[in-house]
């Protein structure tokens, strides 16, 4: 066994590194345990090796200094990894399975871990409902960008791969099934994508890329892909999307009329979140801008569905209303269309298992569609830093060298 284990934190704006801390335990966090009353000691919880674990946008908003976290935050949501330890409770999975862990952190026993709103369990975090791995506000859990990490309550939040080499054969697209894919797919299903639907995407990130490709699973008959980021836009077209340049001249509006002969869409995806930017070459933060045009843009009766996060946070935030979240959105607008709209995180395990099969059986190619690259763990402070400046990749980093 390990006597330490490496992982990355945040060391102020702009800047992560790979520190060294204790080799994890089969416990949970004080501060989860004495809020809830409940013994510090998790039998119910295993160690995991870990064989990939990526680098989110959400990470992204820590590192630039856009949340409250700490420095010292250690980070990283994105777990896949081996079981190599596991408490007395665990009767479900084994030493050597290799597996996909949910970003929500859940203990299966509550009631909205009964409902199946896993993203907002009730036992997990003090500070409110929902708690996850390496994220500030939501926990205090330790972060998976490392050599290793504990995953609690592990019978209920693993999903185990069924074959170790099949795993392997495919981990970069597996890989996806702890965040990303699931979160793009809750997207576009919650905007209410069906078959032959015309469907708008906002932003051309990893989360934008998976909603995109999970639009096209879900039989939209376009999928559009809007960034300011040229390189992100031919990203997008590269799995068959159509590319929208928000850079260039021109309304969105006008843009999606000359794709689908209309000005409007069946559904749409906010993909984005609160550091949206307007339209057009040097366009300023706008944090509402991103929710208004989709309502501008989705028919009357249609969906929207807002998987890019807002905050209730941002120190670095245009005025003292987004500072707490609070934006100007034209509620009227997307009321007036009898619109509806989901928000919040990804319940991750009402869909990753049945993703995890679209992917073994060749359906889904989730790894080409973000543009995976992996790197070392050592290499995460210059993926971090590529990532922030608009590169059309998607990095996974590979801690013990498991990724062929």
């Not at 700490?70 to 007395?88: A, R, W």
């Not at 009730?122 to 330790?142: F, I, K, Q, S």
Request: proline fraction near 4%; charged fraction near 20%; glycine fraction near 12%.
């Amino acid at each position: 066994m390990a006597s330490g284990n490496r992982v990355v934190v945040y060391t102020g704006p702009g800047e992560v590194a790979v520190d060294t801390v204790d080799y994890p335990k089969l416990e949970i966090p004080g501060e989860v345990a004495d809020h809830f009353g409940i013994t510090k000691a998790a039998p119910h919880a295993v160690i995991l090796k870990l064989v990939t674990t990526n680098i989110c946008g959400s990470d992204q908003h820590m590192v630039r200094g856009r949340t409250t976290a700490p420095v010292g935050q250690s980070l990283g949501h994105e777990i896949t990894g081996e079981v190599v330890e596991k408490g007395e409770d665990v009767l479900f999975v084994d030493e050597g399975d290799i597996c996909s862990v949910p970003f929500n952190i859940a203990c299966g026993r509550c009631r909205m871990c009964h409902e199946g709103h896993t993203g907002v369990c009730l036992n997990v975090n003090p500070a409110r409902a929902g708690a996850a791995y390496g994220y500030v506000d939501m926990g205090g859990w330790v972060g998976g960008q490392a050599e290793y990490v504990m995953i609690p309550y592990a019978d209920f939040n693993l999903l185990r791969f069924p074959d170790r080499d099949q795993a392997l054969e495919k981990i970069l697209d597996l890989t996806m099934l702890s965040d990303i894919f699931p979160t793009g797919y809750h997207g576009a299903y919650t905007a209410g994508v069906t078959t032959g639907s015309t469907v708008y995407v906002a932003g051309a990130g990893p989360v934008g890329l998976a909603a995109a490709h999970a639009a096209q699973l879900l039989g939209a008959s376009v999928v559009m892909v809007g960034d300011m980021n040229s390189e992100r836009v031919r990203q997008a077209e590269s799995f068959g999307c159509v590319g929208i340049d928000l850079s260039t001249e021109g309304s969105l509006v006008d843009k999606i009329d000359q794709v689908v002969g209309e000005p409007e869409v069946d559904a749409a995806v906010d993909a984005v979140g609160f550091e949206a930017r307007g339209h057009g070459q040097g366009a300023d933060e706008a944090p509402a801008t991103v929710l208004n045009d989709a309502m501008t843009v989705t028919r009357a009766a249609g969906g929207i569905g807002i998987p890019g996060l807002y905050v209730t946070g941002d120190p670095g935030a245009v005025d003292d209303a987004a500072k707490e979240g609070t934006l100007g959105v034209r509620l009227g607008l997307g009321w007036a269309k009898s619109q509806h709209f989901t928000t919040g995180q990804c319940p991750v395990k009402r869909y990753n298992r049945q993703l995890m099969n679209m992917i073994l059986h060749d359906r889904a190619h989730i790894a080409k569609a973000v543009n995976a690259q992996t790197i070392s763990l050592d290499d995460a402070p210059r993926g971090y830093a590529e990532f922030d400046q608009g590169a059309a990749t998607k990095f996974v980093i590979d801690p013990h060298g498991m990724v062929a």
